[in-house]
């Protein structure tokens, strides 16, 4: 179980994967909301995801969003957290035509970064 602020975190995260190409692609929209509302606080998470898609946020700064969260409740970013995010991300990067080149890097630049978390 982790925080609010880490769900609200990982929505942001997993819009900003989505953006990538430019647009949230039907495919990623569904497992968006089967694997954020599994979560603990799976509906912040889902409102922190279409909130930015609804406003149009850049997915730079829904990253940058994301990643001052985490930084914040860093202590509370345990291992099996940390993989279980990573796991997400990688599950929403192939529901659409498979795992691009930038999302493979997105995704171990996110993990790089929260390794040392």
């Avoid at 925080?3 to 953006?19: E, F, N, W």
């Avoid at 606080?41 to 406003?55: I, M, Q, V």
């Avoid at 997915?59 to 099996?80: C, I, P, S």
Wanted: aromatic share 10%; net charge positive; hydrophobic share 40%.
């Amino acid at each position: 179980m982790y925080s609010p602020d880490l769900s609200m975190s990982l929505g942001s995260i997993v819009y900003a994967l989505s953006k990538l190409d430019g647009r949230l692609h039907k495919q990623e929209q569904w497992t968006v909301r089967e694997l954020l509302a599994q979560g603990p606080h799976g509906d912040l998470a889902l409102c922190a995801f279409f909130l930015r898609e609804n406003t149009g946020e850049p997915g730079d700064d829904a990253y940058a969003f994301g990643m001052r969260r985490l930084v914040a409740k860093r202590l509370e970013l345990t291992e099996q957290i940390k993989k279980r995010f990573v796991r997400i991300l990688f599950r929403v990067a192939r529901a659409h035509n498979g795992i691009s080149q930038e999302e493979r890097l997105f995704i171990r630049q996110f993990w790089q970064e929260i390794r040392v978390l």
